[in-house]
């Protein structure tokens, strides 16, 4: 059974920081490209970051891009994101996903299209406010 759970989640003041976790079991997890979206309250869900396992590639929302960053320590199958000068925009629920890079789903120039992850956590808030 495919689980992610995620974790790191909280309230910080506008310019903090906080780093997100992103656990991995029941999936082979040097197999899987992880994204992390967004949902804010009233809005859908917006991708924000991915990764990629087989050659590390990565992507940025322009909304997240130089101020977020992705990692992954497949050794612990856990993807992390740092975010950093954060703003109240930033406000919202944030989950992790997988998708397969060898399905026929995944382009090779990745995407955050929600319907290519097969897997998806439970979701971790973070608030941003003063």
């Known amino acids: 059974q495919v689980q992610l759970v995620e974790s790191g989640g909280g309230l910080v003041q506008p310019g903090g920081s906080l780093r997100l976790s992103c656990a991995a079991s029941g999936v082979t997890f040097d197999y899987y490209a992880i994204a992390w979206f967004r949902q804010a309250p009233g809005k859908e869900r917006e991708g924000v970051s991915w990764l990629t396992s087989s050659d590390g590639n990565t992507y940025y929302a322009d909304s997240v891009k130089g101020r977020f960053t992705i990692s992954r320590d497949n050794a612990k199958n856990t993807v992390y994101l740092q975010m950093a000068s954060l703003k109240p925009e930033d406000t919202a629920v944030y989950y992790c996903?997988?998708?397969?890079?060898?399905?026929?789903?995944?382009?090779?120039?990745?995407?955050?299209?929600?319907?290519?992850?097969?897997?998806w956590g439970q979701g971790t808030q973070v608030t941003v406010s003063s």
């Open positions: 996903a997988a998708a397969s890079e060898y399905g026929s789903s995944w382009p090779s120039r990745g995407t955050l299209a929600e319907i290519a992850y097969a897997f």
